[in-house]
């Protein structure tokens, strides 16, 4: 089966700008986290949807927000870019929850903010 | 907040040796995680863990739920096991997962 389909896989943005990236689960799956990984920081968690809510989210300035669809694929945005925000963006899903089923992850979007 | 730590940091092996990741956690969990990242980005699930022990092939996982530590073991180890091993954690109050630094682990033939 096709596995967790993250796009674009490179992207290039200017301080300012705006960026959207996507995420299509595993064909089944409701659940959908993101996580952002940088050298400094490592993974950590920016939020989590199931069933088109917003069910966690860490701890993250505004700028940082995202959404799920009714087909269970999902997109996080990222306003008013920072050159910190160059980061590995992945995305994971899940059956149903994060605490019972296990993750699989997308290859990730890597974010480079100039 | 779960504080989660993995030693060591860096392990460079030779081939064939066993090798052992520890992690340790600060605050009780539902699972804990084991993931593989490969150069590149592409991060995979190798256990999920809520007590005991799991095996797959030469990998095998255990957790110690009093102790709040796991270890990750590798049998024959091989230069394709190169790669960063990540510990993550999942309930115990936190939202999403908490992650380790990771263990940059490389099998030199």
């Known amino acids: 089966k096709a596995g967790v389909t993250q796009t674009p896989r490179y992207l290039i943005k200017t301080r300012g700008q705006q960026v959207t990236l996507s995420c299509s689960p595993i064909?089944?799956?409701?659940?959908v986290s993101w996580y952002q990984q940088t050298p400094g920081q490592g993974l950590q968690f920016l939020f989590e949807?199931?069933?088109?809510?917003?069910?966690n989210k860490g701890n993250f300035p505004g700028r940082f927000s995202g959404r799920q669809f009714s087909n269970s694929r999902s997109e996080m945005n990222v306003s008013t870019l920072e050159l910190g925000d160059s980061a590995l963006y992945l995305c994971?899903?899940?059956?149903?929850?994060?605490?019972?089923?296990?993750?699989?992850f997308g290859s990730g979007t890597r974010l480079t903010v100039v | 907040k779960n504080e989660v730590e993995q030693s060591p940091q860096n392990l460079t092996a030779q081939e064939g040796e066993f090798i052992t990741i520890n992690c340790s956690y600060s605050v009780g969990i539902s699972a804990l995680h084991w993931l593989q990242q490969h150069p590149g980005g592409g991060i995979v699930s190798l256990f999920m863990?809520?007590?005991g022990k799991k095996k797959h092939g030469r990998l095998i996982a255990t957790i110690n739920i009093q102790e709040k530590h796991s270890s990750l073991h590798i049998t024959a180890s091989h230069p394709r096991d190169s790669a960063v091993y990540i510990c993550a954690v999942s309930g115990g109050g936190a939202d999403g997962l908490t992650f380790g630094k990771g263990t940059h682990l490389i099998i030199q033939p």
């Open positions: 064909s089944g799956h409701r659940s």
């Open positions: 949807y199931f069933s088109e809510t917003q069910r």
């Open positions: 863990l809520s007590s």
């Open positions: 994971a899903s899940s059956l149903a929850g994060t605490t019972i089923y296990g993750y699989t």
